[in-house]
Each structure stands twice: as structure tokens, then as C-alpha cells.
T-cell receptor, first 114, second 116 residues
Framework: GNSVTQMEGPVTLSEEAFLTINCTYT??????LFWYVQYPGEGLQLLLK?????DKGSNKGFEATYRKETTSFHLEKGSVQVSDSAVYFC?????????????FGRGTSLIVHP | NAGVTQTPKFQVLKTGQSMTLQCAQD?????MYWYRQDPGMGLRLIYY???????DKGEVPNGYNVSRLNKREFSLRLESAAPSQTSVYFC??????FGVGNQPQHFGDGTRLSIL
């Protein structure tokens, strides 16, 4: 079956530090890959996505590149802010039977200190 | 735009009580999903509905039932609540036609359910 593995948190950084959150996946097909962000008390929001190998998704200074050869989709940001403190989820979407079923990682909590 | 609306936002139940969580989306999406989120477990899929009139089990369906009332609404029912069902429940929808898998999910803000 499909699975997504994320680095465990919490990740604690100082403001303006470089961020990397690792994500690797296993999939039976050719999935689309996503990063979602969850702020306290809210639902998940799409942060960025990539749908084929070597695609780079980007949004709000965050980037992730679809690496088929290493089955990875690591999230990066050059300079984090306190407002980036949240839980980040890596996810894939792959066909199961006639439907596209999403698979989520367990989430990585990011804490950014001033 | 309202997006995905879940009601109620909070609920406390006693063991054995029943309850229905409501979800509605106004984006004309075909597919809808119910998840539970527990600490350290991420999101686990309970049930999904690929299109109006169909429902299928996800990873953790035991103790739950669902109804796709129409294209907009997808409800989750706990027939006899148990403390193990204490969780945060999220509904999501996606504009996903057959053969297209690259659309993201849109989430509601969740229902925080405690079962005593």
C-alpha cells in the first residue's frame, strides 16, 4: 500500500533560520504530492503541490521538488518567521480502484522563536 | 466563500450516546472525505464518497456510518459512542473527476469530540 513518512518533530528554529522538513513516500502508481499546513484550531490548508517528477511547488517562500528517483518531497524555506509556526503535513494522492485516495504523513510541528 | 462547513465545532458525549456530525461544501466538488486526527497519528481516513450516491470505507471505519445526502452534504454518524472515538474530526472535499488526481483537498475547521 501507499505510505508517507515525515521527520518527527517538533522542529524548533530561531527566526530567519533555514527550514527543511523531510518527506519520503511509497506508492504503487505515479502519485501527486502535496504539502499542507495546519494552524492551531484550524483545518489543513494546501501549501503547495507537484504532480510529476522534477516539478517544483512553491508558495509563500516554501518550496518542494518532486524527486521520483529518491521518492522524496522535502519542504524547504530559506528564512522562517514566527508566523510559520504550525504543523506541516506531507501527502500523496494515488489511484486505488477507481478513486484517488489521499495518504497523509503524521505531521511535523514547527516552532519558530523570535 | 464558505468552503467546507462542519457542525458542531465542539461536542461532549457520554459513552453509548449517538451523534451525527454534519459537513457541507459549496464548491460543487464531487468527492468528500471524513478523517479523524489524533495526537501523533496524523490524519486517518474513516470513509469517503468519490461521487454522489457512493461511499467507501477508509482506513478506520469501525464504529462509524456515513451518508452522502446529496452532492453538497456528507454526514458521519456514531451509533454508540466509545471513549476511543474521542478525537478531532475533519471533513474534506475535492474537485476530482475520474482520471484526475492532482486536485488538493479543502478542509473544514473540524469538530472536537469528547466521549466520557
Amino acid at each position: 500500500g501507499n505510505s508517507v513518512t515525515q521527520m518527527e518533530g517538533p522542529v524548533t528554529l530561531s527566526e530567519e533560520a533555514f527550514l527543511t522538513i523531510n518527506c519520503t513516500y511509497t506508492a504503487t502508481g505515479y502519485p501527486s504530492l502535496f504539502w499542507y499546513v495546519q494552524y492551531p484550531g484550524e483545518g489543513l490548508q494546501l501549501l503547495l503541490k507537484a504532480t510529476k517528477a522534477d516539478d517544483k511547488g512553491s508558495n509563500k517562500g516554501f518550496e518542494a521538488t518532486y524527486r521520483k528517483e529518491t521518492t522524496s518531497f522535502h519542504l524547504e524555506k530559506g528564512s522562517v518567521q514566527v508566523s510559520d509556526s504550525a504543523v506541516y503535513f506531507c501527502a500523496l494522492s494515488d489511484r486505488t480502484g477507481g478513486s484517488y485516495i489521499p495518504t497523509f504523513g503524521r505531521g511535523t510541528s514547527l516552532i519558530v522563536h523570535p | 466563500n464558505a468552503g467546507v462547513t462542519q457542525t458542531p465545532k465542539f461536542q461532549v458525549l457520554k459513552t453509548g450516546q449517538s451523534m451525527t456530525l454534519q459537513c457541507a461544501q459549496d464548491m460543487n466538488h464531487n468527492s468528500m472525505y471524513w478523517y479523524r486526527q489524533d495526537p501523533g497519528m496524523g490524519l486517518r481516513l474513516i470513509y469517503y464518497s468519490a461521487s454522489e450516491g457512493t461511499t467507501d470505507k477508509g482506513e478506520v471505519p469501525n464504529g462509524y456510518n456515513v451518508s452522502r445526502l446529496n452532492k453538497r452534504e456528507f454526514s458521519l454518524r456514531l451509533e454508540s459512542a466509545a471513549p476511543s472515538q474521542t478525537s478531532v474530526y475533519f471533513c474534506a472535499s475535492t474537485d476530482r473527476d475520474f482520471g484526475v488526481g492532482n486536485q488538493p483537498q479543502h478542509f473544514g475547521d473540524g469538530t472536537r469530540l469528547s466521549i466520557l
